[in-house]
């Protein structure tokens, strides 16, 4: 096995640690919301190509520049006062109610975290 497979593996296995530390940034910024764990990760369907689906659901309807500016403001949190790695494969998925129902349908399986 490469060590950029072994790499990759060590940092997807703490996929719960690295989800806790992007929930504690989304309470900091947006107390209301609810963060969950998508797609293959919540499925236990993990491969080196993998990354951890975290979709948090804002309560409020955000334009295009206002998910951008939340979605960095989430992941700067998190790493400056959570110490999530720079590197951490996490891909956040960033809607509002209306627009995550789609992603609870498609989804086989959902972790909620807060």
Known sequence: MSSWVKF?????RRWKEY????????????PNAEVYVIGGVA???ITVLSDIDILIVIKRKLNNK????????ILLRAMDAYELPFDAPV???LENEDEAKRFFELSKKVIRIS
Request: no cysteine; net charge positive.
């Open 91 to 93: 891909e956040i998925h």
């Open 8 to 12: 990759r593996f060590s940092h997807l």
């Open 19 to 30: 989800t806790e530390k992007v929930a504690k940034a989304v309470r900091d910024l947006e």
């Open 66 to 73: 206002e998910r951008k500016r939340l979605r960095v403001e």
């Open 43 to 45: 499925e236990d369907r």
